[in-house]
């Protein structure tokens, strides 16, 4: 057995609501393997929360969109960029560390597993915080710039194709299988119900006009805020 985090939006509360739910677990790297757990996590959800409609979101899910809004999938466009930039290499890139950073040569890069490869390899260091366009971003709210990010990138993929909002909004949640809450911070899952609840809200063209207006919106919800994000269940 495992426990997975499941994000359901919250637009008038939390923004985000987070639940961990035990499921059976399937083990292997194979996809096969991966998606028998996600299914089993979702059919959890039912039982114990009482959600019918998610979306994993993940080179893993068994839905095209799911596997489309991956950060191993989705790219941002960035000022000063000619070309969007993969969101792992943009996320990865803008690290600043105590003695080290940003790597912004990683923005070139459209291989997610190659991002990871080469930040794994890098020595030992503490996280300060990221860099992206001039503007320094801090570690407080946790989360807030890989969600700036992803958000940016999926409201522009959006305006390519408006089936996405549409498509979004009919989910209760949303999961990542490879998230485990104990090894890592940001979660991509996380970041696609922050997007639906500010999307419902009304507010998510002027929640992402600025940095500033970002962090605002956040801090006015508790978002990011110990203890991390809302709970509910």
Not at 45 to 50: I, L, Q, R
Request: with cysteine.
């Amino acid at each position: 057995m495992a426990k997975r985090p499941i994000f359901r939006p919250d637009p008038d509360d939390a923004l985000v609501e987070e639940c961990l739910v035990e499921f059976e677990w399937f083990p292997g790297f194979a996809t096969v393997q991966k998606q028998r757990s996600i299914e089993s996590l979702h059919v959890a959800a039912v039982v114990e929360v009482g959600l019918t409609q998610l979306l994993e979101v993940s080179t893993k899910s068994p839905e095209h969109l799911g596997v489309r809004l991956s950060a191993f999938n989705l790219f941002v466009n960035l000022p000063g960029r000619e070309r969007p930039v993969l969101l792992e290499a943009a996320f990865q890139g803008s690290k600043v560390f105590a003695g080290q950073g940003p790597f912004v040569h990683l923005y070139g890069i459209a291989s997610g597993k190659e991002v990871k490869r080469y930040m794994k390899e890098l020595p030992p260091d503490r996280l300060v915080g990221f860099r992206l366009a001039g503007h320094d971003w801090d570690l407080s709210p946790k989360t807030a710039f890989y969600d700036w990010l992803y958000l940016s990138g999926l409201r522009q993929l959006a305006d390519i194709d408006d089936s996405i909002d549409e498509a979004l909004i009919g989910y209760d949640a949303f999961t990542d299988i490879e998230f485990n809450p104990q090894k890592s911070i940001n979660c991509q899952a996380r970041s696609c119900a922050l997007y639906v609840a500010l999307l419902r809200k009304g507010i998510l063209r002027d929640a992402l006009s600025t940095p500033e207006s970002f962090i605002e919106v956040l801090l006015d919800h508790g978002y990011g805020i110990e203890p991390v994000q809302g709970q509910f269940l």
